[in-house]
């Protein structure tokens, strides 16, 4: 059965940094494309960004709003993928979910965490 | 970029059909895949590449493109189906993934 597990989530102020982590099980790890996911308090889903496997070349992309400001990560030895958010702002508060990807759609999901960025 | 229109809400009675569509400007040339995010969890992929449905997902949850709309159709709805339903392409133009913009079923 797969699971994904996502950690690291809290409060940070405006201008602060922080790293999600995200651990995978139940399926070949390093095989897989992961992405973050996130959803603001009440609105609607957006994709946050994406890696792909070694194999397939282990690039990450990102969304627009969080270019330059977010990396991902993965380290295949361990199973887990990981958000670098740096130069948080008040809107980039959700919660994060770490997702499998299938070819271009998200097969599984994790419980996600919270980011809340607040003065 | 890439824009997905879902209505903001869809009412039904339980047992009967609710249908809800999601409009992108050459949807049809899309891939599209669905999402059930019921309150306070994470999203279910429901159905992808437009009508497939994954293992353990009911037959009462169908997909179908036609023009510039996809549709996911819930049959004989029950309250267990009141959610948030999200419809979900890849953009191949930016390399990125676009979900659209969100349907509350609301079971009556």
């Known amino acids: 059965e797969v699971h994904l597990v996502e950690s690291g989530g809290g409060l940070v102020k405006p201008g602060g940094s922080l790293r999600l982590s995200c651990e995978g099980s139940g399926f070949t790890f390093r095989n897989a494309w992961m992405s973050w996911v996130r959803q603001a308090p009440g609105k609607g889903l957006e994709w946050v960004g994406r890696i792909k496997s070694k194999f397939d070349g282990g690039t990450a992309d990102y969304a627009v709003p969080v270019k330059g400001r977010f990396t991902i990560s993965r380290d295949d030895s361990k199973n887990m993928v990981y958000l670098q958010m740096n130069s948080l702002r008040t809107e980039d508060t959700a919660v994060y979910y770490c997702?499998?990807?299938?070819?271009?759609?998200?097969?599984?999901w994790g419980q996600g965490t919270l980011v809340t960025v607040s003065p | 970029s890439y824009v997905l229109t879902q209505p903001p809400s869809v009412s039904v009675a339980p047992g009967k059909t609710a249908r809800i569509t999601c409009e992108g400007n050459n949807i049809g040339s899309k891939n599209v895949h669905w999402y059930q995010q019921k309150s306070g969890q994470a999203p279910v992929l429901v159905i992808h590449?437009?009508?497939d449905r994954p293992s353990g997902i009911p037959e009462r949850f169908s997909g179908s493109k036609s023009g510039d709309a996809a549709t996911l159709t819930l049959s004989r709805v029950e309250v267990g189906d009141e959610a948030d339903y999200y419809c979900q392409v890849w953009d191949s133009t930016s390399d990125h993934y676009v979900f659209g913009t969100g349907t509350k079923v609301t079971v009556l």
């Open positions: 590449y437009d009508s």
């Open positions: 997702a499998k990807m299938s070819s271009s759609f998200f097969d599984y």
